[in-house]
């Protein structure tokens, strides 16, 4: 069969299929549904039609072209945390990328409400971050992962903090934000310059762990497991660079909804959770999450000055809107 660019025999898929759920099968029908044929990442779904054991049953798998360092990280998250990482059912590398077909996980299972789904999205975050804080030595050691020191995060705060000022001194944003916004910009660079003498134990860190990015399924025990796609970004680094882009994004899907902000009563939880399996300091805690969370400000607030002047009437209100929720934020820390 062909998909994309990709041909895979029958009979390899087969066994692939066989081995990842451990029953013995035969393909009767593929049909491949596009999702995307451009750049910079094509994406589909495989929908087949298999005889097994058990009978006549469909199976949806993704298909991704993806690179050889999301391989290796899916590959390590199906031992580390397999109920928290997709199977990797089959890969194939050509060159420089890689392609994948992933087990599906179609959507979320019902957990109730939003207060519970928050929950889960938090305590699946953690479950990943267990299992690895402090320690990846091994992971450095053995794999070539990309290691989020102190100095590079600082260097990329700084390169950002450079790049939003032009940004800003163009005449419709000055119109529009009336603040001194290089006073606010110079005051976060004093306070990023002490975060190349912090330390905290290193995680594997997924990078972009949001809503979006996460499936969830229960076990025959009835236990919430979230499972996590696209680690195409992981690296290692803090738990905190998670923690905040996670928190941003459940922040500004209740401001939407008209709810409560729950990202102080999540924190709260996850400190809690370290706390009771880790001897952390919790002063170092806080002091690196409000640093995370002003780099994560500067790149919401850099990603949509530039997407605006890319498209200048494609939603301007919305990108005011995050622009300034974050310009405040940066003032409150």
Same mark, same amino acid.
């Given at each position: ?16 299929? @066989? ?35 058990? @009978?006549?049953?469909?199976? &949806? ?8 360092? &999301? ?18 059912? #089959?890969? &194939? ?16 299972? $019902? ?5 519970? /789904? +928050? ?7 953690? &479950? ?25 995060? #600082? ?30 910009? !110079? ?6 310059? @002490? ?14 762990? +949001? ?11 009835? +236990?919430?497991? /979230? /499972?996590?796609?696209?680690?195409? +970004? ?13 928190? $941003? ?5 209740? !401001? ?19 706390? @009771? ?22 790149? /919401? ?33």
């Amino acid at each position: 069969m062909i998909v994309f660019d990709l041909q895979v025999p029958e009979q390899v898929l087969e066994a692939a299929l @066989g081995s990842a759920y451990r029953s013995k099968l035969k393909i009767l029908k593929f049909e491949f549904l596009k999702y995307r044929d451009d750049e910079p990442q094509r994406l589909g779904l495989l929908t087949l039609t298999l005889d097994t054991a058990d @009978g006549i049953k469909s199976l &949806e798998v993704i298909v991704k072209e993806s690179t050889k360092h &999301e391989l290796l990280i899916t590959s390590i998250a199906n031992k580390l945390f397999p109920y928290n990482s997709p199977k990797v059912i #089959y890969h &194939e590398l050509l060159d420089s990328k890689a392609w994948l077909l992933l087990e599906n996980i179609k959507t979320w299972v $019902d957990v109730c409400d939003r207060h519970r /789904v +928050n929950e889960t999205l938090l305590d699946g975050l953690y &479950e990943i971050h267990r299992v690895t804080f402090d320690n990846t030595a091994a992971l450095i050691e053995c794999f070539d992962i990309p290691i989020l020191t102190n100095d590079i995060l #600082y260097r990329r705060a700084s390169s950002m903090l450079e790049e939003i000022q032009p940004l800003y001194e163009d005449k419709l944003f000055v119109e529009v934000f009336t603040e001194d916004i290089k006073t606010l910009l !110079f005051a976060a660079k004093e306070k990023l310059k @002490g975060m190349q003498d912090l330390a905290f134990p290193y995680v594997l860190a997924h990078s972009n762990y +949001n809503p979006n990015s996460t499936r969830a399924l229960q076990d025959s025990n009835g +236990n919430y497991h /979230v /499972v996590v796609y696209d680690w195409v +970004n992981s690296i290692v680094g803090w738990p905190q660079t998670d923690l905040v882009i996670l928190l $941003d994004r459940l922040q500004f899907a209740a !401001f939407y909804q008209g709810l409560p902000d729950p990202s102080s009563i999540l924190l709260e939880r996850y400190l809690e959770h370290l706390l @009771g399996d880790f001897n952390v300091d919790t002063g170092m805690f806080f002091r690196l999450y409000k640093l995370c969370c002003i780099c994560n400000a500067l790149a /919401v607030i850099r990603w949509w000055m530039r997407m605006h002047y890319k498209t200048p009437s494609q939603d301007p209100e919305r990108a005011f809107l995050e622009i300034r929720a974050k310009f405040s934020l940066l003032q409150s820390l």
